[in-house]
């Protein structure tokens, strides 16, 4: 049977093989696909897996920025040099003042390691003395002992003349200050009798002027200071007898520097000691 498309479709249906059949045949569009089945919803939140949270790290602190150190300044090297530079002169300026205060021995003399008594010791310029034995050195001489300061030299040693034996002393820096003792054997007189002999020799001397004349005690033993002007210099003589002998110490100095030196004569002549 033939039918027209339009009843072919109401009789048949929509998907009558004729109807499509016709409708090729007419021109008119294929008939529209059947719905296709909606895809399953997705299921609700709570029936999904949770993920645990990831824990929150808490932010490291910032470290500060390190400063940077400024170059150093030119003259820093420079400086550093004359410091040291300046260290080592220091060194060597005390190691010469340690060798210099040490002393030693001076030709034949040879140091004792004590003084006759407790003499007093001294520096070149006679301004600090000390009652230190070691800051003195003991001399032994052909009748007597001696202790003089350390920094002192020997000039002369038992030099004979007519009468008297002679020895002399003088600090190693100032040769113008003098410690000269002579001793004289078979002596008998007293101290008195040495001393007025001595000045009876020198009183017309037009450079001599008196100071001082005393007796005194050195050492124990009585002896006879005299003080005075003579040749321009400033002198004390100091006399005493002992075992037969008699002996003299004469300090001198200039005028200017006397007084700085007499403490050190008068404590060297008290270490004064005969040799029976």
């Keep these: 049977m033939t039918w027209t498309c339009g009843a072919c479709e109401t009789v048949n249906g929509p998907n009558d ?7 090729e045949a007419k021109g008119t569009a294929p008939p529209p696909e059947p719905p296709r089945a909606k895809a399953a919803p997705p299921p609700p939140e709570a029936s999904r897996p949770r993920r645990e949270p990831r824990p929150t790290r808490s932010p490291e602190p910032r470290r500060p ?4 150190l400024p170059p150093p ?59 230190d034995a070691s800051s003195t050195r003991v001399f032994h001489r052909g009748a007597y002992t001696l202790a003089l300061p ?6 002369e040693k038992d ?85 037969g002998t008699g002996y003299a110490l004469l300090g001198s100095a200039s005028p200017a520097r006397y007084a700085r030196w007499e403490p050190t004569f008068e404590r060297v002549a008290r270490t004064l000691a005969p040799s029976c």
């Design 17 to 23: 093989p004729d109807c499509i059949v016709c409708g």
């Design 65 to 68: 920025e390190a400063t940077p």
């Design 73 to 131: 300044a030119r003259g820093d090297r420079s400086n550093g040099r004359v410091a040291a530079l300046t260290a080592l002169v220091l060194l060597l300026l005390v190691a010469g003042i340690v060798v210099a205060s040490s002393g030693g021995p001076s030709g034949s003399d040879a140091p004792s390691g004590a003084s006759a008594s407790p003499a007093a010791g001294g520096d070149d310029d006679g301004t600090t003395e000390s009652a």
């Design 150 to 155: 350390r920094s002192w030299r020997s000039a």
């Design 159 to 243: 030099v004979a003349h007519e009468g008297y034996v002679e020895s002399r002393w003088h600090p190693a820096s100032n040769p113008d200050v003098t410690i000269l003792v002579d001793h004289t054997r078979g002596y008998e007189g007293s101290p008195y009798d040495g001393a007025k002999g001595v000045q009876r020799q020198v009183r017309d001397a037009p450079s001599y002027r008196p100071i001082g004349w005393r007796r005194v005690t050195l050492g124990g033993r009585e002896a006879w200071r005299w003080e005075f002007m003579l040749g321009g210099l400033h002198k004390v003589d100091y006399f005493l007898s002992g075992c």
